[in-house]
Antibody
Framework: QVQLQESGPGLVKPSQTLSLTCSVS??????????WSWIRQPAGKGLEWIGH???????NYNPSLKSRVTISVDTSKNQFSLKLSSVTAADTAVYYC????????????WGPGTLVTVSS | QSALTQPASVSGSPGQSITISCAGT?????????VSWYQQHPGRAPKLIIY???TRPSGLSHRFSGSKSGDTASLTISGLQAEDEADYYC??????????FGGGTKLTVL
């Protein structure tokens, strides 16, 4: 069974960079054909896809966030990470790391989510 | 990319059936068969309930079904039960190899 766990600071100051890590167990990030994604949800609002990294290492990002987002993989730790720069209060949300189905963008596995608040 | 369009809320009585629509464009739902639906209870992570337009994950109730016509996908829940009360989201891949979600629909079981 694939399990994902987000970790990182729960509080980030405006204009700084938000950094989160997703630890994966039950699977290897470099094996198979999967999309490893970050998705966020502001309190009381809907889901927003941030971006993904494919097993091959290629990445795609939400066009509205592309200039501020980097998703990368640490194969030695079986983790993938999110960096979101120049954050504002609008970036306050629960952030989820996820894995898709075989070769598809259907989001099958979700981490429990971690709340990140942007505030001075 | 614009979010897919879902009704903000739907409601139904126990035992009834409801349908939630998810309207997209020819660049997402209309071009992609990786359309999914998710159920989210308060304070919980979303749960996949339909993928590839109409496929149910193993073990999921047959009361949940999905379909697609043109640029619009639909989720139908039959035999409504109290535990079905939740938020429901659709998603679709896009021709740019990105993912887009709907705004979400709150289902109330009366």
């Amino acid at each position: 069974q694939v399990q994902l766990q987000e970790s990182g600071p729960g509080l980030v100051k405006p204009s700084q960079t938000l950094s989160l890590t997703c630890s994966v167990s039950g699977d290897f990030i470099t094996s198979g054909h999967y999309y490893w994604s970050w998705i966020r949800q502001p309190a009381g609002k809907g889901l927003e896809w941030i971006g993904h990294v494919y097993t091959s290492g290629s990445t795609n990002y939400n066009p509205s966030l592309k200039s501020r987002v980097t998703i990368s993989v640490d194969t030695s730790k079986n983790q993938f990470s999110l960096k979101l720069s120049s954050v504002t209060a609008a970036d306050t949300a629960v952030y989820y790391c996820t894995r898709g189905g075989w070769g598809t963008t259907n989001v099958v596995y979700w981490g429990p989510g971690t709340l990140v608040t942007v505030s001075s | 990319q614009s979010a897919l369009t879902q009704p903000a809320s739907v409601s139904g009585s126990p035992g009834q059936s409801i349908t939630i629509s998810c309207a997209g464009t020819s660049s997402d739902i209309g071009a992609c068969n990786y359309v999914s639906w998710y159920q989210q209870h308060p304070g919980r992570a979303p749960k996949l309930i339909i993928y590839d337009v109409s496929t149910r994950p193993s073990g999921l109730s047959h009361r949940f079904s999905g379909s697609k016509s043109g640029d619009t996908a639909s989720l139908t829940i039959s035999g409504l039960q109290a535990e079905d009360e939740a938020d429901y989201y659709c998603s679709s891949c896009t021709t740019s190899n990105t993912l887009v979600f709907g705004g979400g629909t709150k289902l109330t079981v009366l």
